[in-house]
């Protein structure tokens, strides 16, 4: 039996009943199209964190206080573990080489509230000029804290926009006057907006002068983050090593226990990564039950037109045919039928994608290995479950085949 031929038999036996072929191809339909939906939502979702993350910093390192052990979290390493880093340790991190700026930061929550009256309960951090090089921030107008501030014990702040927003609406705040924790303040600049990175969001944030944060608004002489920039993305590692060899010796503390965690972006990656892969395997798995009970559904149809078709495979055999055309004529058929299935499957999954990214606002990346993937386990599946039909098919006696009823 030719190619053309087999095609056309195949052709002619599935669209003699096109309602039962199109019911059973539908379980494929609705698996494949639930698969390449749920991998291109996880795909998206993976696409997006790494966007975030990114966005955070160029080449980043944070170091916070506390120990972060596995499975436990940022856990107490002895007296005052919470308040360990120290401005002392800028100029540690700033000697070593490979470094290219050092942000500290600290941060609190405080009520502020604008000469009108509006008000607002945000978030202030107290750092240097070099954030804004280090977390990649940008200022839509006025200027951001200098070193002469920084001396001086400042009084001045720059605004995210969403705290602009809510303190002076649509004026331009630069130049007038805000309090924060009942200390006036004067607006020197105002961000651009940059969107919420996990749970901290840089728009609904006040910056002033480090020395302004820990001297007067929280009487504090420690640190809640120092932040890294490292200029060469491929040295991340030995600057992590070397940051925290370095703190451990000015802390005096064992290097392999020390009282605070340095974390690169790769690890925070790495770690929503993982969580994000697992939830998509979850949800691919359990749409992929669908693709089972399709093939089971090809099985039952296949199982059935064999039944219906004994007298004609009889009398093929009867006048030539072997069992390999037969069995090649029904697995053919269930291939067909699976392939088609996978082909609108694909094109389902793609819509609701694109539906989901629209309407819901979540990102999703339909990928070329994905459809391969598709396909493939479409070819998988008519096999698998068309063989036994087939074979079964090819295994009749032409004589009982033709005196079947």
Not at 162 to 174: N, Y
């Amino acid at each position: 039996m030719t190619a053309k031929d087999l095609f056309q038999e195949t052709y002619t036996a599935l669209s003699a009943n096109k309602a039962r072929s199109g019911l059973t191809m539908l379980g494929i339909v609705i698996g494949i199209g639930s698969v390449i939906a749920m991998v291109s939502i996880g795909q998206g979702a993976q696409g997006t964190i790494q966007t975030s993350i990114e966005g955070l910093g160029s080449n980043l390192l944070t170091i916070i206080p506390g120990f972060i052990q596995p499975g436990r979290g940022i856990v107490s390493s002895g007296r005052g573990a919470a308040q360990t880093l120290k401005n002392e340790d800028i100029e540690v991190l700033r000697e070593m080489p490979g470094v290219a700026e050092v942000a500290p930061e600290f941060n609190r929550r405080f009520q502020i509230t604008s000469p009108s009256g509006n008000n607002t309960n945000s978030t202030v951090i107290g750092t240097t000029p070099e954030y804004l090089v280090v977390r990649n921030i940008a200022l839509r107008s006025g200027s951001f804290i200098t070193e002469a501030q920084l001396r001086n014990l400042g009084r001045v702040a720059a605004l995210g926009p969403t705290v602009a927003k809510d303190l002076f609406g649509e004026e331009d705040p630069v130049g007038k006057p805000i309090r924060v924790n009942k200390a006036n303040f004067r607006v020197i600049g105002v961000l651009e907006t940059k969107g919420s990175a996990g749970f901290f969001n840089p728009d609904d944030t006040i910056f002033v002068p480090l020395s302004t944060m820990q001297k007067i608004l929280a009487g504090v002489d420690y640190l809640s983050t120092i932040a890294v920039s490292v200029r060469n993305k491929d040295e991340m590692q030995q600057a992590q090593d070397e940051a925290a060899y370095r703190l451990s010796l000015k802390h005096r503390v064992d290097p392999e226990a020390p009282d605070f965690s340095i974390v690169s972006q790769a690890d925070i990656l790495g770690a929503l990564t993982e969580v994000t892969d697992t939830f998509t395997i979850f949800l691919a798995s359990i749409a992929g039950i669908s693709l089972v009970v399709g093939g089971i559904g090809i099985m039952n149809m296949m199982l059935t037109t064999v039944t219906e078709r004994t007298r004609e495979i009889g009398l093929r055999k009867a006048i030539g045919a072997k069992s390999r055309d037969i069995n090649m004529q029904f697995l053919a058929e269930a291939v067909a039928l699976t392939f088609l299935g996978g082909f609108f499957g694909v094109v389902l999954g793609w819509l609701i994608a694109l539906a989901v990214s629209q309407f819901a606002g979540i990102v999703t990346q339909v990928s070329f290995s994905s459809i391969v993937l598709a396909f493939g386990v479409s070819a998988a599946i008519g096999i698998i479950f068309g063989y036994y039909p087939a074979r079964r098919a090819a295994s009749l006696n032409p004589i009982e085949a033709l005196r079947y009823e």
